[in-house]
């Protein structure tokens, strides 16, 4: 596994990481579920790519739920992006499965790892790891439902990218 440091600690240091991590992908068709604000279509606006996000809410490109199923045909994208983005779903394999139909040849997925040392301590401290976790007293807009070490979220995308066809190319 190559270790990637981002630029910077927000998202367009994270956006610069993982293009930079996997520099042969971005090319064609990408589509970013649960793009946000859209800013990796900055981060790729050098290169030769038809970049499409895909979120719950405006603005975007398409509005969709992955976790109803994403509203394009099989193998409509060249490049399928998720960051930080399947731990919010209910059924993390359906969505990841999505996500396998819907690429022609790359999926490239980011995932939270609470189990880092800093996030052991918060949670030994009774501090909440973030505002994803817990138990708010009022129902939150999203939150994580996935909770998982580095080691399950490698054996999760092992396992699922062998049934869908897929193989690993990097970590």
Known sequence: MNVFVAPSRDEMGKFQAVVRAFPNVWEGFILDVGCRSGNLRCV????????????????????????????????????????????????????????????????VITLPNAYEVKSRIKFLLGQRLSGKYGLPLEPPNDRHRWLFSLREAMDFTHARVQYYGFEVAAE
Do not use: W
């Open 44 to 107: 790729l606006q050098d290169s030769k790519v038809h970049y499409r996000g895909l979120d719950l809410f405006p603005p975007v490109d398409f509005i969709g739920d992955l976790g109803v199923g994403l509203p394009f045909g099989d193998m409509s994208f060249d490049t399928v992006v998720a960051l930080d983005v399947l731990e919010h779903t209910d059924n993390i394999y359906q969505a990841f499965g999505e996500l396998c139909r819907v690429a022609r040849k790359y999926v």
